[in-house]
């Protein structure tokens, strides 16, 4: 029987092949694109209502890159706003490119031409007279503008995309990072135009900021249960069939008694919680329960971290 030589049983084995990489397209599938172009297109239609229909009749200013563009449309009248703001958003989206993500980063460049379009064409002034009620109507009008925009895979440009670096940085919230950017805005404007103008501008903006929190957070807020019991077993069995949902078993200590106790700790979508306390109550009304808020949970089943 003849063997071949190792140098012959090398040349017969045929090379390995290169992993082959699949290039995933920055969009995404038709269906996916097409629903991010209707809550940008939307959002956009949104914001420009109120920034065309309130904002500049009442002469209020604004946060972040918008307040800068009204500034400059009240110092010079014949200026136009969906130009200014298209053009002052190129500085940003190049510094924004290497700290976002590229999907992200081409959907809110598709964000700043649509708002910029949208504000050129939908100029209808709302009528509305007194000034607290203009700058909540207009709070609630861009609060929700500015957050159907941020529910798809990109922003409006401007503040929007310093807000998404934060979050994903330092886990600051969206609204939070509106509310605190613009407050120091105000505070110069303040003196450059005049205080009632930037306190009614400050009604606005908080109103806004809390719409915004509301349409991303508010609507698929998570909270976090912890039960002590002594019927834990029979709780977390419940939990686990009944609601199907997971549930973790942590070691405790009383303090005082020094016995050993069997903490459960879940986190349950808002609707899920008024079961959950139904099923503690039936099986132990005495139950120790806590329960409290979560700013973001990763996680594929219960997770609602931002798709940023």
């Not at 920055?26 to 694109?33: A, D, L, P, T």
């Not at 209707?38 to 065309?52: E, F, H, R, T």
Request: include cysteine.
């Amino acid at each position: 029987m003849k063997t071949s030589s190792p140098e012959e049983q090398n040349e017969e084995k045929p090379l390995p092949m290169p992993p082959i990489q699949v290039a995933v397209p920055v969009f995404g599938s038709f269906k996916e694109f097409s629903w991010n172009m209707l809550l940008i297109i939307v959002g956009s239609c949104i914001s420009a209502l109120a920034i065309n229909g309130i904002l500049l009749p009442q002469k209020f200013l604004s946060g972040g890159l918008t307040g800068i563009v009204l500034g400059i449309k009240f110092l010079f009248p014949a200026a136009s706003v969906s130009v200014l703001y298209f053009v002052l958003n190129i500085p940003i989206f190049m510094l924004g490119s290497k700290m976002v993500g590229r999907r992200f980063f081409w959907y809110s460049v598709i964000g700043v031409v649509v708002l910029s379009t949208a504000l050129y064409f939908i100029k209808i002034e709302l009528p509305v007279q007194d000034k607290i009620l203009a700058a909540i109507l207009a709070g609630i009008i861009v609060g929700v503008g500015a957050g159907i925009v941020l529910r798809s895979r990109g922003s409006g440009g401007g503040l929007d995309v310093l807000s998404v670096i934060l979050l994903n940085k330092f886990s600051l919230r969206i609204g939070n990072t509106f509310l605190g950017v613009n407050i120091v805005i105000l505070s110069v404007a303040a003196i450059l135009v005049s205080l009632d103008a930037a306190l009614y501008t400050l009604i606005y903006m908080y109103v806004s900021s809390q719409v915004i929190e509301i349409i991303l957070t508010g609507l698929s807020q998570r909270k976090v249960v912890l039960i002590i019991s002594p019927h834990w077993k029979e709780i977390s069995d419940q939990i686990l069939h009944r609601l199907n949902r997971g549930i973790t078993h942590i070691h405790g200590q009383g303090g005082y008694s020094g016995k050993e106790e069997k903490i459960l700790y879940a986190v349950v979508t808002m609707r899920e919680l008024p079961r959950v306390k139904d099923l503690i109550r039936s099986i132990d009304p005495n139950a120790f329960v806590v329960i409290y808020n979560t700013m973001e949970v990763m996680g594929q089943r219960i997770g609602n971290q931002p798709h940023w």
